[in-house]
Antibody, heavy 123, light 107 residues
Framework: EVQLVESGGGLVQPGGSLRLSCAASGFTFSSYWMYWVRQAPGKELEWLANINQDGSEKRYVDSVKGRFTVSRDNAKNSLYLQMNSLRAEDTAVYYC????????????????WGKGTTVTVSS | DIQMTQSPSSLSASVGDRVTITCRASQSISKFLNWFQQKPGKAPNLLIYGASNLQSGVPSRFSGSGSGTDFTLTISSLQPEDFATYYCQQSYTTPLTFGLGTRLEIK
């Protein structure tokens, strides 16, 4: 079964750090781009970052650039999100998602999602 | 950044109704538009990619259309399990952006 399982969320004080993990199974992890997406309570979805298959290409949304770092370990079938200098507005459910590509048209889409891990930034 | 505007923000409908949700991009995104369904406490579920391609396993009552800046998601005959929030998302360029969502409620 194709599956993504996030972990590492929790309660952290403003200015603190957390490292989220996303464990992949049931597919060849090293063949896929991966995304991190978050959703603040009662809010819309927000794309945070992407990473290509070998980790050589990464992009971030401006709101986390310089604070968050995406990485992956293909030997461990794992994706990570290192989050530093956390703020109250980073409180959200964090999802990892697999990116499928229809190469004929270069359509990129998130076809598999984890269940999410909750991060709460509060003193 | 490309802004995605969905309408309506909420919608009440009955089982069996035909429903259309629209999504407008702030600039042309060709057909780089995806639709997701999300139920409370759950992760989003992909319905449509590339504006009109039905994801495997998604019922055929869901369809998508549009290109450029204007897109629609249509549910041909609402089923009880379709009451959820729907999001459009552009995959044309980073940062990828989502609409604010359309909450579909039971009338």
């Amino acid at each position: 079964e194709v599956q993504l399982v996030e972990s590492g969320g929790g309660l952290v004080q403003p200015g603190g750090s957390l490292r989220l993990s996303c464990a992949a199974s049931g597919f060849t992890f090293s063949s896929y781009w991966m995304y991190w997406v978050r959703q603040a309570p009662g809010k819309e979805l927000e794309w945070l970052a992407n990473i290509n298959q070998d980790g050589s290409e990464k992009r971030y949304v401006d709101s986390v650039k310089g604070r968050f770092t995406v990485s992956r370990d293909n030997a461990k079938n794992s994706l990570y999100l290192q989050m530093n200098s956390l703020r109250a507005e980073d409180t959200a459910v964090y999802y990892c998602a697999r990116v499928e590509v229809l190469m004929t048209y270069h359509y990129y889409y998130m076809d598999v999602w984890g269940k999410g891990t909750t991060v709460t930034v509060s003193s | 950044d490309i802004q995605m505007t969905q309408s309506p923000s909420s919608l009440s409908a009955s089982v069996g109704d035909r429903v259309t949700i629209t999504c407008r991009a702030s600039q042309s995104i060709s057909k780089f538009l995806n639709w997701f369904q999300q139920k409370p406490g759950k992760a989003p579920n992909l319905l449509i990619y590339g504006a009109s391609n039905l994801q495997s396993g998604v019922p055929s009552r869901f369809s998508g259309s549009g290109s450029g800046t204007d897109f629609t998601l249509t549910i041909s005959s609402l089923q009880p399990e379709d009451f959820a929030t729907y999001y459009c998302q552009q995959s044309y360029t980073t940062p990828l952006t989502f609409g604010l969502g359309t909450r579909l409620e039971i009338k």
